[in-house]
T-cell receptor, first 115, second 113 residues
């Protein structure tokens, strides 16, 4: 089975800190995605990457950046963490060599609290 | 633009009850439709999908039929179990090459023994 691993399940950071959320997938998927999940708002796309060194803004990129230097790793960076970035962050990947109708594989999520 | 609307939760049912979670969508063209499930403390898992009108997706006793005339993709299960307690997300993917999902807000299901 494809596995998407997020490095931390829980993180607590201070306001103003630079925060790195790491995501690694082990099946050579081209596409990778970062979402945040908030009650009543569902999942909102922050950034995505079609392939190595490629990145595109999603619906809510403000306050975030990403890095994809290697195909298996997609990092989400909070440049200066703020309390309104307290959320559950979900990483996902997708294989473009299969049908478009195959779904994403999600990681288990990182619950980030900014204090 | 494209959007997905799900019924508000939480939905609380007794074991063996019939489940329906409503999902309607707005989209141009012919999107693919999906249901994902999120068990407590976990990420989302693909539950079922349908790629064209009148297709029925099914898995683990859950079913959903792609109804283009009503722009709906309601999730149903004939007899729920306590282990079905989770959050369910409806999603669409426009067949326009971007491969991005539009998710609904999720519906929490709680099944009581």
């Amino acid at each position: 089975d494809v596995k998407v691993t997020q490095s931390s399940r829980y993180l607590v950071k201070r306001t103003g800190e630079k925060v790195f959320l790491e995501c690694v997938q082990d099946m050579d998927h081209e596409n990778m995605f970062w979402y945040r999940q908030d009650p009543g708002l569902g999942l909102r796309l922050i950034y995505f990457s079609y392939d190595v060194k490629m990145k595109e803004k999603g619906d809510i990129p403000e306050g975030y950046s990403v890095s994809r230097e290697k195909k298996e790793r997609f990092s989400l960076i909070l440049e200066s963490a703020s309390t309104n970035q307290t959320s559950m962050y979900l990483c996902a990947s997708r294989n473009t060599r299969t049908s478009v109708n195959y779904g994403y594989t999600f990681g288990s999520g990182t619950r980030l609290t900014v204090v | 633009g494209n959007s997905v609307t799900q019924m508000e939760g939480p939905v609380t049912l007794s074991e063996e009850a019939f489940l329906t979670i409503n999902c309607t969508y707005t989209a141009t063209g012919y999107p693919s439709l999906f249901w994902y499930v999120q068990y407590p403390g976990e990420g989302l898992q693909l539950l079922l999908k349908a790629t064209k009108a009148d297709d029925k997706g099914s898995n683990k006793g859950f079913e959903a039929t792609y109804r283009k005339e009503t722009t709906s993709f309601h999730l149903e299960k004939g007899s729920v179990q306590v282990s079905d307690s989770a959050v369910y997300f409806c999603a669409l993917m426009a067949n326009s090459g971007t491969y991005k999902y539009i998710f609904g807000t999720g519906t929490r299901l709680k099944v009581l023994a």
